[in-house]
């Protein structure tokens, strides 16, 4: 059974950082890609990252702008999202995701169940 659990989230100020992280199990961790999703109210669901199954390319949303990097300890089966200069608009439920192999897919199989992560002043 595939799980996805995302934790990290909170409130932070304009400017301010958070640590996402998914732990995962029930599928080979190592060899699948992993994405990161949000969702914010009234907005479409976009995506925000997917770290492919060798680790070697990473895609990332062109509203990151180089604020958020993706990695992997697969040691753990873990994959974290740092997010440096939150701004408001990145308010939303974050998702963890992920097909069970190796694509990195727009709408994935599984999700996890989302973390909140609010930006105000």
């Known amino acids: 059974q595939v799980q996805l659990v995302e934790s990290g989230g909170g409130s932070v100020q304009p400017g301010g950082s958070l640590r996402l992280s998914c732990s995962g199990s029930?599928?080979?961790?190592?060899?699948?890609?992993i994405g990161w999703f949000r969702q914010a109210p009234g907005k479409e669901r976009e995506r925000v990252a997917c770290?492919?199954?060798?680790?070697?390319?990473?895609f990332y949303g062109d509203f990151v702008k180089g604020r958020f990097t993706v990695s992997r300890d697969s040691s753990r089966q873990r994959v974290d999202l740092q997010m440096n200069n939150l701004q408001p608009e990145d308010t939303g439920i974050y998702y963890c995701?992920?097909?069970?192999?190796?694509?990195?897919?727009?709408?994935?199989?599984?999700w996890g169940q989302g973390t909140q992560v609010s930006i105000s002043s």
């Open positions: 770290i492919f199954n060798n680790d070697a390319h990473i």
């Open positions: 029930g599928f080979n961790f190592e060899y699948s890609s």
């Open positions: 995701t992920t097909d069970g192999w190796a694509h990195c897919s727009m709408s994935p199989r599984y």
